[in-house]
């Protein structure tokens, strides 16, 4: 039977582990027969995890399987998962509202402490937790029937701040009848941000990241806050699935302050009439300037609030039913220790467990969470299981029994059940772990396929070898026996041309793995898809060719649906001789031509590293040419070499961003043979184009093509890059034309 993954880890319970995978088998899963099959282009990146539905009726076809993926720019994308060739989405939404930009969070003033009193001095800071735009970050849901989506949607019009729930058709991905509905509630209470008892719900700072939960006929949606900042609170808010009527609202602080649910974007979890939800961020002397006392720990109702608590809620009214909190929740929460993974309720079990950056598991009875006490934990299991930092939230094989976890800075870990625990040690740890220093945050991000009790593998997302806290940096996805974790059956990396390359890592976003495909999310305005290589005909690079030009530069190229993804190193492409990966054809035409194109992303390998549009004379290193191109942090730049080995000269426009259009305008110069005229241009929007540059070279007979460069130097000689393929970038164009 074909599998549908309709909601964030496969289901209510947030397992993360899709049972009834029957294709992909620890056999398949190699080098040789199992690797990168397409990517789907999108706009924006990817913190929601992708959604497959099967046997759907979509745009009025039966579509065996499909993908749903939802980005930061608040698009949502519904693609043929099955069809590789079948590049344009079955259907794409309208922008559903503007997302608020990243500079929205950037040197505002924010909320502080004052010891003895509330959060009033302003500090400002570079908010880098998003690198873009802040749109849709949570999962979103889809209804058992499989007719409509669910999705949160942050915006900001006209200097005001929203959240929407809309209800999309998924047949259409239109708007279905009373979707949008506005989310924020205010609630009654006298902490932060209160008016006259009541507490107002700020979109600004209020952020949704867990993903959405579907049970008993009404959608549950969390909140946390914007980067720690603002009078914020933790939130749970249910409506009608049918009418989008609101239904009940919970604050986790109403009369203090923060307890925001973010769950490091995993799930509500749902059972037996109940809710449950993960709070982090309290309480200790930080938001107050001194410790809580055990009556205010104790009466959570009317004092402290839920902050670093699980909690239990009543799935209609949304009242606390039982909670847990550790017994060193003060020094949790001053130390930035607090719970920040689950909530998962393992199949067939009583259990519901929450895991913290202190590296513990805290495994409670859900007949009976025992609460706060001051001297011991005294709930089913309160043990640390890991060194550092556990983010992401933590996979269960329910037909053995097997919990699994990866921490940052440490190796990806296996717990057997024993009753209603999971106690240390691990009965499996892989070999490999994450460099010192280099790939702290946010570890390693899981899920499990298998066959029933056979063929278990884990997967896992990571950043490759550098830290992805506050950052977009290149990401990993593996896969291990997942009853032996030191037998690696695969990785993404095991390619040096890069064939099988992720991008850029999806922070906080698992695989999906379902009817034998694996399912990638990304930051680089792409959706990667792998499988068995069987499963399809490698699609050619078309009329173009490749070269690496320079000493020891790795780079290679592969083409998808009109998108090419060029991946290059090099030390860069500038002085009097070069280093880059090349993309070319033969300047066959008479007189002029437009060679354009849209650079989609470009990878922050350096600030200088380059994506862009080059004629060149010769495939020399030194060789005359004309480039305008886009870098990470430099903006776009026009550059020209003018004769061999010369020094090379940049017009450098600032604070241009991916996506980007340019274009070189190229002019033969009929009365010198071999002489170019060649314009250089930008637009933000390929229809408005604003001149860069120009210019005139002596090129003979040359080629045009895409050139990309690393910028990144690994040895004595700076023209050398070594062969280093984290080191490389990996850079996207679209509407690439030669006319």
Same mark, same amino acid.
């Given at each position: 039977?074909?599998?549908?993954?309709?909601?964030?880890?496969?289901?209510?319970?947030?397992?993360?582990?899709?049972?009834?995978?029957?294709?992909?088998?620890?056999?398949?899963?190699?080098?040789?027969?199992?690797?990168?099959?397409?990517?789907?282009?999108?706009?924006?990146?990817?913190?929601?995890?992708?959604?497959?539905?099967? &046997?759907?009726?979509?745009?009025?076809?039966?579509?065996?399987?499909?993908?749903?993926?939802?980005?930061?720019?608040?698009?949502?994308?519904?693609?043929?998962?099955?069809?590789?060739?079948?590049?344009?989405?079955?259907?794409?939404?309208?922008?559903? &509202?503007?997302?608020?930009?990243?500079?929205?969070?950037?040197?505002?003033?924010?909320?502080?402490?004052?010891?003895?009193?509330?959060?009033?001095?302003?500090?400002?800071?570079?908010?880098?937790?998003?690198?873009?735009?802040?749109?849709?970050?949570?999962?979103?849901?889809?209804?058992?029937?499989?007719?409509?989506?669910?999705?949160?949607?942050?915006?900001?019009?006209? *200097?005001?701040?929203?959240?929407?729930?809309?209800?999309?058709?998924?047949?259409?991905?239109?708007?279905?009848?009373?979707?949008?509905?506005?989310?924020?509630?205010?609630?009654?209470?006298?902490?932060?941000?209160?008016?006259?008892?009541?507490?107002?719900?700020?979109?600004?700072?209020?952020?949704?990241?867990?993903?959405?939960?579907?049970?008993?006929?009404?959608?549950?949606?969390?909140?946390?806050?914007?980067?720690?900042?603002?009078?914020?609170?933790?939130?749970?808010?249910?409506?009608?699935?049918?009418?989008?009527?609101?239904?009940?609202?919970?604050?986790?602080?109403?009369?203090?302050?923060?307890?925001?649910?973010?769950?490091? &974007?995993?799930?509500?979890?749902?059972?037996?009439?109940?809710?449950?939800?993960?709070?982090?961020?309290?309480?200790?002397?930080?938001?107050?300037?001194?410790?809580?006392?055990?009556?205010?720990?104790?009466?959570?109702?009317?004092?402290?609030?839920?902050?670093?608590?699980?909690?239990?809620?009543?799935?209609?009214?949304?009242?606390?039913?039982?909670?847990?909190?550790?017994?060193?929740?003060?020094?949790?929460?001053?130390?930035?220790?607090?719970?920040?993974?689950?909530?998962?309720?393992?199949?067939?079990?009583?259990?519901?467990?929450?895991?913290?950056?202190?590296?513990?598991?805290?495994?409670?009875?859900?007949?009976?969470?025992?609460?706060?006490?001051?001297?011991?934990?005294?709930?089913?299991?309160?043990?640390?299981?890991?060194?550092?930092?556990?983010?992401?939230?933590?996979?269960?094989?329910?037909?053995?029994?097997?919990?699994?976890?990866?921490?940052?800075?440490?190796?990806?870990?296996?717990?057997?059940?024993? *009753?209603?625990?999971?106690?240390?040690?691990?009965?499996?740890?892989?070999?490999?772990?994450?460099?010192?220093?280099?790939?702290?945050?946010?570890?390693?991000?899981?899920?499990?396929?298998?066959?029933?009790?056979?063929?278990?593998?884990?997967?896992?997302?990571?950043?490759?070898?550098?830290?992805?806290?506050?950052?977009?940096?290149?990401?990993?996805?593996?896969?291990?026996?997942?009853?032996?974790?030191?037998?690696?059956?695969?990785?993404?990396?095991?390619?040096?041309?890069?064939?099988?390359?992720?991008?850029?890592?999806?922070?906080?976003?698992?695989?999906?793995?379902?009817?034998?495909?694996?399912?990638?999310?990304?930051?680089?305005?792409?959706?990667?898809?792998?499988?068995?290589?069987?499963?399809?005909t490698p699609h050619p690079i078309g009329p173009w060719n490749q070269a690496s030009i320079?000493? &020891?530069?790795?780079?290679?190229?592969?083409?998808?649906?009109?998108?090419?993804?060029?991946?290059?190193?090099?030390?860069?492409?500038?002085?009097?001789?070069?280093?880059?990966?090349?993309?070319?054809?033969?300047?066959?035409?008479?007189?002029?031509?437009?060679?354009?194109?849209?650079?989609?992303?470009?990878?922050?390998?350096?600030?200088?590293?380059?994506?862009?549009?080059?004629?060149?004379?010769?495939?020399?290193?030194?060789?005359?040419?004309?480039?305008?191109?886009?870098?990470?942090?430099?903006?776009?730049?026009?550059?020209?070499?003018?004769?061999?080995?010369?020094?090379?000269?940049?017009?450098?426009?600032?604070?241009?961003?991916?996506?980007?259009?340019?274009?070189?305008?190229?002019?033969?110069?009929?009365?010198?043979?071999?002489?170019?005229?060649?314009?250089?241009?930008?637009?933000?929007?390929?229809?408005?184009?604003?001149?860069?540059?120009?210019?005139?070279?002596?090129?003979?007979?040359?080629?045009?093509?895409?050139?990309?460069?690393?910028?990144?130097?690994?040895?004595?000689?700076?023209?050398?890059?070594?062969?280093?393929?984290?080191?490389?970038?990996?850079?996207?164009?679209?509407?690439?034309s030669v006319d």
């Amino acid at each position: 039977m074909p599998v549908d993954v309709l909601t964030r880890s496969y289901g209510s319970l947030r397992n993360g582990a899709n049972v009834s995978e029957t294709t992909l088998t620890r056999t398949n899963v190699n080098v040789n027969t199992y690797g990168k099959l397409f990517t789907r282009g999108i706009d924006g990146q990817v913190f929601a995890q992708p959604l497959i539905v099967t &046997g759907a009726t979509i745009k009025n076809e039966r579509i065996d399987e499909a993908v749903i993926v939802a980005t930061t720019r608040n698009f949502v994308y519904c693609f043929d998962a099955k069809d590789p060739q079948r590049c344009i989405p079955l259907w794409q939404t309208k922008q559903l &509202g503007q997302p608020v930009p990243r500079t929205d969070f950037s040197q505002v003033p924010a909320f502080s402490t004052v010891p003895g009193g509330p959060h009033t001095q302003p500090k400002g800071k570079d908010y880098r937790d998003f690198s873009s735009e802040i749109g849709i970050v949570s999962t979103p849901v889809i209804d058992d029937a499989k007719t409509c989506l669910y999705v949160i949607v942050k915006s900001k019009l006209n *200097g005001q701040y929203f959240h929407k729930l809309h209800k999309l058709d998924l047949a259409s991905g239109n708007d279905m009848a009373s979707s949008p509905v506005d989310v924020g509630r205010s609630v009654p209470g006298q902490g932060f941000g209160s008016n006259q008892g009541q507490i107002p719900f700020n979109n600004l700072w209020q952020l949704s990241r867990p993903g959405l939960l579907l049970a008993q006929g009404n959608i549950y949606c969390a909140f946390g806050s914007q980067g720690d900042d603002g009078p914020f609170h933790g939130y749970v808010f249910s409506f009608d699935a049918t009418t989008l009527h609101f239904r009940a609202s919970h604050c986790t602080t109403p009369n203090w302050g923060e307890g925001g649910i973010w769950q490091s &974007g995993g799930g509500l979890a749902y059972a037996d009439g109940f809710v449950y939800y993960v709070a982090g961020n309290g309480p200790g002397k930080e938001l107050t300037g001194r410790e809580p006392t055990d009556a205010e720990l104790n009466d959570r109702a009317s004092g402290w609030g839920y902050g670093n608590t699980i909690v239990k809620l009543d799935a209609n009214t949304l009242q606390v039913v039982d909670w847990f909190s550790p017994s060193n929740t003060r020094d949790l929460s001053d130390n930035d220790n607090d719970l920040c993974g689950g909530p998962v309720l393992p199949k067939g079990t009583s259990v519901v467990l929450g895991f913290g950056k202190d590296g513990f598991t805290y495994a409670c009875d859900r007949a009976n969470m025992r609460h706060w006490s001051k001297n011991a934990n005294n709930n089913l299991q309160s043990q640390q299981v890991a060194h550092f930092h556990i983010h992401g939230t933590p996979v269960y094989w329910p037909d053995k029994g097997y919990l699994y976890l990866w921490s940052e800075r440490d190796r990806c870990l296996g717990f057997r059940q024993q *009753g209603q625990t999971f106690p240390a040690p691990p009965f499996t740890w892989s070999t490999f772990t994450f460099p010192p220093d280099k790939a702290e945050m946010p570890g390693g991000i899981l899920t499990l396929s298998s066959n029933g009790a056979q063929e278990g593998i884990l997967w896992a997302s990571h950043p490759t070898d550098k830290d992805a806290n506050m950052a977009v940096v290149a990401g990993t996805l593996r896969a291990f026996n997942a009853e032996n974790l030191q037998q690696e059956l695969w990785n993404s990396d095991h390619d040096p041309t890069g064939a099988d390359a992720v991008g850029n890592l999806a922070k906080f976003c698992p695989p999906v793995v379902a009817n034998g495909k694996v399912y990638m999310a990304t930051f680089s305005n792409s959706l990667v898809v792998y499988g068995l290589l069987g499963d399809i005909t490698p699609h050619p690079i078309g009329p173009w060719n490749q070269a690496s030009i320079g000493t &020891g530069v790795l780079g290679s190229a592969n083409e998808s649906c009109d998108r090419y993804n060029v991946m290059g190193g090099g030390w860069d492409i500038w002085d009097t001789a070069d280093g880059f990966h090349y993309v070319y054809q033969p300047l066959t035409a008479a007189a002029s031509v437009t060679f354009s194109a849209r650079i989609l992303s470009i990878q922050d390998t350096d600030p200088w590293a380059k994506a862009g549009l080059m004629i060149r004379a010769t495939l020399d290193v030194d060789s005359p040419n004309a480039l305008i191109a886009l870098t990470p942090e430099n903006g776009v730049v026009f550059q020209q070499r003018t004769t061999k080995g010369a020094a090379t000269t940049t017009v450098i426009v600032p604070h241009i961003p991916a996506p980007v259009w340019v274009r070189l305008s190229i002019e033969r110069i009929v009365a010198a043979p071999g002489q170019f005229r060649i314009s250089a241009l930008r637009s933000a929007d390929g229809n408005q184009w604003t001149s860069v540059g120009t210019t005139t070279l002596a090129l003979g007979n040359p080629t045009l093509g895409l050139a990309v460069c690393s910028h990144t130097v690994t040895s004595t000689d700076p023209h050398d890059l070594g062969n280093k393929l984290e080191e490389l970038n990996l850079s996207s164009f679209d509407d690439v034309s030669v006319d």
